[in-house]
Nanobody, 120 residues
């Protein structure tokens, strides 16, 4: 049973920084793609960032401001968010899939999400 547990969300002022993390369990994730989606109120879920064993991918809206990383020894993926904007306010979901192509469109496994709120 794959489990993804996010932590680290919260409230921050615009221009500030916040880091969220995701602890994965249930299998070995070192060869899996891992990433983040988000869903703002009244909007559909959207891809944010992803990481494989050798590459990273970002949505244009967060490129240059967010950094995704992973620690395979801890089965953990991180998302460092800098220069946050009110439009980054959303529930952030950790995701994983064996395929990077699938992960960026329709990941197989999802966490429960963690709220990130950016005040103006």
């Amino acid at each position: 049973q794959v489990q993804l547990v996010e932590s680290g969300g919260g409230l921050v002022q615009a221009g500030g920084s916040l880091s969220v993390s995701c602890a994965a369990s249930g299998r070995t994730f070192s060869s899996s793609a891992m990433g983040w989606f988000r869903q703002a109120p009244g909007k559909e879920r959207e891809f944010v960032a992803a990481i494989s064993w050798k590459s990273t991918y970002y949505a244009d809206s967060v490129k240059g401001r967010f950094t995704i990383s992973r620690d395979n020894a801890k089965n953990t993926v991180y998302l460092q968010m800098n220069s946050l904007k009110p439009e980054d306010t959303a529930v952030y979901f950790c995701v994983t899939d064996d395929s990077m192509i699938n992960l960026r469109v329709a990941p197989e496994y999802w966490g429960q999400g963690t709220q990130v709120t950016v005040s103006s």
